[in-house]
């Protein structure tokens, strides 16, 4: 049973910072493959930050690069997202979600993605 739990959302004022964590089991493919994606309000679920290739490749959305880093412990099979300079735009849900391959291409599209958590909340004030 793949299971993938986040934590380390909250509450934070702009330019203030928080460190998201995604645990992963069930599974062996440690951390390829995997993403960070939010989704506000009203708005559709977007990728913000994916690693993909073999595991040896990351993307970063526009909209956060530079910002947000996102790193992982394959020991403890953990993908982690450091969140600096936060705006109050970065206000989300946010979801870490994984193909389960051991390879794959690029991809931000939710639909690529085969196991989800449930999620954490990030919110900031102005």
């Known amino acids: 049973q793949v299971q993938l739990v986040e934590s380390g959302g909250g509450s934070v004022e702009a330019g203030g910072s928080l460190r998201l964590s995604c645990a992963a089991s069930?599974?062996?493919?440690?951390?390829?493959?995997m993403g960070w994606f939010r989704q506000a309000p009203g708005l559709e679920r977007e990728g913000v930050a994916i690693i993909y290739g073999g595991g040896d490749s990351t993307y970063y959305d526009d909209s956060v690069k530079g910002r947000f880093t996102m790193t992982r412990d394959n020991a403890k099979n953990t993908l982690y997202l450091q969140m600096n300079s936060l705006k109050p735009e970065d206000t989300a849900m946010y979801y870490c979600a994984t193909r389960a391959v051991v390879w794959c291409p690029l991809s931000s599209q939710r639909n690529d993605y085969k196991y989800w958590g449930q999620g954490t909340q990030v919110t900031v004030s102005s």
């Open positions: 069930g599974y062996t493919y440690s951390t390829r493959c």
